[in-house]
């Protein structure tokens, strides 16, 4: 989903934080300190960035007010904490953009990280996504292959934007059912078969094998160079 790279601390996450961040289609980098973001930061900048505070909070607060003092400062952090963490919330606002209680829920996770990285996505995010003569328009959700355009429904679309961002990654039916649809679709998944179908048939022949079966575990796109 994110060309972007989220900033996760400590650096061992757990392990469902690192499955979350994973199935929701996220680069992540874990980190030990502020040092070591500064060194593995990308040229872009960090999009944004995850703390676990329910283990070592001095350590995490640290973090935290490290990434905003930075001259690029960080400005989507979101704190895991536990419930007897909340009251220390209210003096530090100014560190962090939104919390989750931990253990956290997965669904409840995702929709935080949905809603936190929306906007910084916007703002980094290219209109166009392009790949091998596909351009999909964001705005105007219209899409076209070499010039000539193409007549996709709406949840075609979807399904094709969240491969093409995703360049080269293999995502289960499932997967894509939870991430496009938006929700889990027990004994659905043939609707994903069904979708990637009719894409190949409007993408045409020779062009249909941008999107790879890998056999026993789902699909793909194809791993041509890619253009912001």
């Not at 996450?13 to 500064?38: I, N, Q």
């Not at 703390?51 to 909070?57: V, Y």
């Not at 007897?84 to 669904?107: G, I, T």
């Not at 219209?142 to 979807?158: H, I, K, P, R, V």
Request: charge should be negative.
């Amino acid at each position: 989903m994110n060309a972007e790279m989220i900033v996760v601390f400590p650096g061992t996450p757990t392990p469902d934080l690192a499955r979350t961040l994973d199935l929701g289609g996220y680069r992540w980098k874990a980190v030990s300190g502020a040092e070591e973001a500064h060194r593995l930061e990308p040229q872009s900048g960090w999009m944004g960035a995850i703390i676990s505070c329910d283990e070592d909070a001095e350590s995490a607060w640290a973090f935290a007010r490290a990434l905003r003092k930075r001259d690029n400062p960080v400005n989507a952090v979101l704190l895991l904490i536990s419930g007897a963490q909340l009251a220390e919330l209210e003096l530090r606002d100014d560190l962090f953009d939104d919390f989750c209680l931990s253990p956290f829920h997965p669904r409840e996770l995702e929709a935080r990280l949905r809603h936190l990285f929306s906007s910084a996505e916007g703002a980094t995010r290219a209109d166009l996504v392009e790949h091998s003569g596909l351009v999909l328009n964001l705005e105007t959700y219209q899409a076209s292959f070499n010039g000539n355009a193409l007549d996709l429904t709406f949840m075609e679309y979807e399904l094709l934007k969240f491969l093409a961002q995703n360049p080269g990654k293999v995502f289960t039916r499932e997967m894509l059912l939870s991430r496009v649809w938006g929700y889990e679709y027990y004994g659905g998944a043939r609707t994903v078969d069904v979708h990637v179908r009719r894409l190949r048939a409007k993408l045409g022949e020779e062009h249909a094998n941008l999107i790879q079966t890998v056999r026993s575990v789902g699909y793909r796109f194809g791993q041509g160079r890619w253009s912001n």
